[in-house]
């Protein structure tokens, strides 16, 4: 699949183009897939009071998240040295581009213990394979009067050819409302936008396939113990697009 023009017509995921699973070779499908609901051109991905923890007798922080892939590869993104995969995952090439124009458009409702984000991840054919492209990151104790801190860039994990780069710089948005977020990424170049604006550039780039990554996620440790349930953070996706660049 060269090009995605996702508005989510109906009311499921394409089956051919997104996994509703977490990383679930660590855990399984059923303790990882995703709270979500299409509706209304809309995806809604959301974590209810009810929703358990993800791998909680193997990540070392709580953590509970709803998140949807356009890949997948069973071992991709280890979070610990010694981890085995205990549920076996079927290889899944949804829409895994090489370079290109790739954009979100989404809201996000968040905590000061939450947040929801949209990146790129390598597919891991290789280990080395496993650059991560952020294209937005937002963090609820990074959004303040007006502003929001929108984490993006480079993130090198296990891959020798790249070096971390990535910051979180306040831009004037209210992420509550719809933003087009993106992202143009040539051989050696990633440039990204919100709303068309030129926000950050990197001078490197990974030069193998990316799965999409879109997810919210909630870290139960960083809440105030006396609100047994507070808000329900939920991410809304648009539209999801990528094509490839002249």
């Known amino acids: 699949m060269d090009s995605l023009d996702e508005r989510f017509a109906g009311e499921s995921l394409d089956a051919d183009v997104w996994f509703p699973y977490y990383l679930p070779h660590w855990s399984s499908r059923a303790a990882s897939r995703a709270a979500h609901a299409v509706r209304g051109g809309e995806l809604r991905l959301t974590i209810p009071p009810h929703q358990p923890l993800w791998c909680p007798d193997r990540h070392p922080e709580p953590l509970r998240v709803s998140c ?10 280890p979070f610990r040295e010694g981890l085995t995969v205990r549920e076996e995952q079927p290889d899944f090439w949804g829409y895994t581009p090489r370079y290109g124009h790739i954009e979100i458009r989404m809201r996000g409702i968040v905590t000061k213990r939450s947040m929801f984000a ?33 984490g993006m860039g480079l993130h090198a994990f296990r891959d020798p050819a790249l070096t971390e780069d990535f910051a979180a710089e306040p831009l004037p948005l209210d992420v509550t409302d ?7 990424w040539r051989p050696g170049s990633l440039v990204f936008t919100v709303d068309g604006d030129v926000v950050r550039t990197v001078a490197q780039a990974p030069d193998y396939p990316v799965q999409l990554m879109l997810g919210v996620f909630d870290f139960p440790a960083k809440g105030d113990p006396s609100h047994e ?18």
């Open 118 to 150: 949209f990146w790129l991840s390598g597919v891991e054919d290789r280990p080395e394979h496993s650059g991560e492209i952020c294209v937005a990151e937002i963090f609820g104790d990074a959004i303040g009067d007006g502003t929001a801190a929108v």
């Open 68 to 77: 949807v892939q356009s890949g997948a590869r069973s071992g991709q993104q």
């Open 178 to 184: 719809f933003h087009t977020y993106a992202v143009d």
């Open 229 to 246: 349930t507070p808000p329900v953070p939920e991410m809304v996706v648009s539209h999801v697009a990528g094509h490839p660049l002249d």
